[in-house]
């Protein structure tokens, strides 16, 4: 099974200011990456698929980046609705759909 | 509009059975993939496994082979997440999701409210 790992576990972040979130596959998924954001008490949503494609709708300010193993996920300024969680997810090993232990963004 | 749209929340006693489920609409229901998600309180997401409504093959990560059976019916649109016997354990926030059917679009584009589920004698 492959696992992913995400970091840092929290970000403290300044509204404003860039957040970088990292996640790394023990083996590549190729481009086969996606993130999603939970916010308190709703269901995941896809932002990121492909490793870079932003899904419908999400704004230009995330991005993201990687392939291989390496991934990052990029929040240029950071909005007073973006602090949420963050999940990586690979989808290259299918079936098996392994999530990242997901990067909490909080407010500084 | 394209959406999942899941059973209410539940109280189980240790032991009992349940089945949850997960409706499907504005989108053809036999050509995508439903996944099923275990979030833990206050932890992350876990994979439990897939189906394809289509012809109902299923796939289940091997964390979760043989405690739970994916089950889906395709004249109704709904897909379903039961448990023979409940544990304490299986206290969860469950959702469903769905995914496209190819090599490189398999990641979860829409997902349902979530169902939770608490055992607890």
């Known amino acids: 099974e492959i696992v992913m790992t995400q970091s840092p576990a929290t970000l403290s972040v300044s509204p404003g200011e860039r957040a970088t979130l990292s996640c790394r596959a023990s083996q590549s998924v190729s481009s086969n990456l996606a993130w999603y954001q939970q916010k308190p008490g709703q269901a995941p949503r896809l932002l990121i698929y492909?490793?870079?494609t932003r899904a419908t709708g999400i704004p230009a300010r995330f991005s993201g980046s990687g392939s291989g193993t390496e991934f990052t996920l990029t929040i240029s300024s950071l909005q007073s609705e973006d602090f949420a969680v963050y999940y990586c997810?690979?989808?290259?090993?299918?079936?098996?759909?392994?999530f990242g232990g997901g990067t909490k963004v909080e407010i500084k | 509009e394209v959406q999942l749209v899941q059973s209410g929340a539940e109280v189980k006693k240790p032991g009992e059975s349940l089945k949850i489920s997960c409706k499907g609409s504005?989108?053809?229901?036999?050509?995508?993939?439903i996944g099923w998600v275990r979030q833990m309180p206050g932890k992350g997401l876990e994979w439990m496994g897939i189906?394809?409504?289509?012809?109902?093959?299923?796939r289940y990560s091997p964390s979760f082979q043989g405690q739970v059976t994916i089950s889906a019916d395709k004249s109704i649109s709904t897909a379903y997440l039961q448990w023979s016997s409940l544990k304490a354990s299986d206290t969860a926030m469950y959702y469903c999701a769905r995914h496209r059917d190819g090599y490189n679009v398999r990641y979860f584009d829409i997902w349902g409210q979530g169902t939770m589920v608490t055992v607890s004698s």
């Open positions: 492909g490793a870079s």
């Open positions: 504005g989108y053809s229901f036999t050509s995508y993939w």
């Open positions: 997810q690979q989808y290259n090993n299918w079936p098996s759909l392994t």
């Open positions: 189906i394809y409504p289509g012809d109902s093959d299923t």
